[in-house]
């Protein structure tokens, strides 16, 4: 299963983002979607599983969660925007990071590009950056891995070029 993650948009999708998210059997988007076009968008490539950032409104939060909790391909997967990383998680996550965790544990807000192993709770911790032009961050990310029989058989990051860049 080849799923491309991507956050922090901000409602800005450009033609690099769609080029490697096409083939994709589906996308996970970790939040700040920014408006519900590129919900849309990203549908007419795969089908999207998202939850809402804090700068979402409220047709975003109708259609996506704050938390989502799933299955795939073995392997479980939580995704939400305002996370953390490993020795420093959200602490309204911490309880149930310590008594469920995923094989998965994905989210954004930071714009920081971070895949980081969280050995504690035998889990794999990853936030794809910042896609959109809004944030400090310099340059735009998403992440794609293949998940196969409960492992991550591939991951890479793709860098989408300077944050002040134009489309092109």
Request: charged residues 25%; glycine residues 10%.
């Amino acid at each position: 299963m080849k799923i491309g993650i991507i956050s922090d948009t901000h409602s800005y999708l450009d033609e690099r983002i769609l080029h490697h998210l096409s083939g994709c059997d589906e996308i996970w988007h970790a939040g700040d979607f920014g408006s519900v076009a590129v919900s849309d968008r990203l549908e007419k490539l795969a089908p999207v599983v998202g939850v809402f950032g804090n700068i979402d409104g409220q047709d975003i939060r109708k259609k996506h969660p704050e938390h989502e909790r799933m299955m795939r391909e073995g392997m479980s997967v939580w995704m939400t925007h305002i996370g953390g990383y490993p020795g420093r998680y959200n602490s309204k996550l911490l309880h149930e990071l310590n008594t469920d965790p995923p094989d998965l544990f994905i989210s954004g807000h930071s714009h920081i590009l971070k895949i980081v192993p969280d050995k504690k709770r035998r889990l794999l911790h990853i936030n794809p950056g910042a896609a959109g032009r809004s944030g400090f961050h310099k340059v735009r990310t998403l992440v794609l891995m293949e998940l196969l029989q409960g492992k991550v058989a591939e991951l890479k990051v793709v860098e989408l070029g300077p944050r002040t860049a134009q489309a092109g």
